[in-house]
């Protein structure tokens, strides 16, 4: 499971007020989750980062975030399109290959999954979203990449909505640690139905 009080690094109270600030709407009217699941929050990850320089502010909040726990990797990214901006952004800051997995095949051309760095057997790869739920488009972008023979070094989303994921990637033994969670925010978690 996701540690309740991981380490953060300094550079995570920026991003997690622009996040908040910026990110984060409640709504009188609940709305549908792509979980199924009504809630008040509605969390726009993509709005938090608009800029390049938000974005350059959480990006290198997660690359910290990454190092604070041991993740090595050498390429970044997860499922299009909720993953591309913090993907691109952290590529930016840490000099990283940075990859884009599509939610269709590509039919044309090379028809091929990935878009961005070629993986090759053995790539290390940190996962990254904007907003993550239940873990399940991750885990799409996971079994994509450990298809090429890609080495899943951790996953970081910039928000959990629960404690879902967490205990998804455990089973399969990868890393997840979330830049800002739930709690930070002060909502409700998403529940496992």
């Known amino acids: 499971m996701a540690e309740h009080n991981p380490p953060r690094p300094q550079t995570w109270q920026a991003a997690f007020e622009l ?30 980062v608009d800029t390049g320089e938000r974005l350059a502010v959480v990006s290198r909040a997660v690359a ?25 952004g952290v590529a930016m800051v840490t000099g990283k290959a940075w990859f884009s997995v599509r ?5 044309r051309g090379r028809e091929q999954w990935i878009e961005g760095t070629r993986l090759q057997a053995g790539a290390r790869v940190l996962l990254v979203d904007d907003v993550i739920s239940t873990g399940g488009s991750t885990e799409i972008a996971l079994e ?6 890609a080495v899943v070094a951790g996953v970081i989303p910039m928000v959990d909505r629960g404690d879902i994921a967490a205990g998804r990637f455990a089973a399969r033994g990868v890393p997840f640690v979330a830049l800002v969670s739930y709690r930070d925010l002060g909502i409700e978690p998403v529940r496992d139905v």
């Open 103 to 107: 939610k269709e095949q590509k039919q």
């Open 19 to 48: 996040i908040r600030d910026r990110g984060h709407e409640h709504r009188a009217e609940p709305f549908r989750l792509a979980s199924g699941q009504l809630s008040h929050d509605y969390i726009d990850g993509k709005y938090a």
């Open 64 to 88: 910290d975030l990454a190092s604070a726990h041991g993740i090595e990797y050498d390429a970044v990214g997860g499922l299009t399109m909720g993953a591309d901006p913090l993907a691109h």
């Open 144 to 149: 994509r990449v450990t298809a090429l023979g």
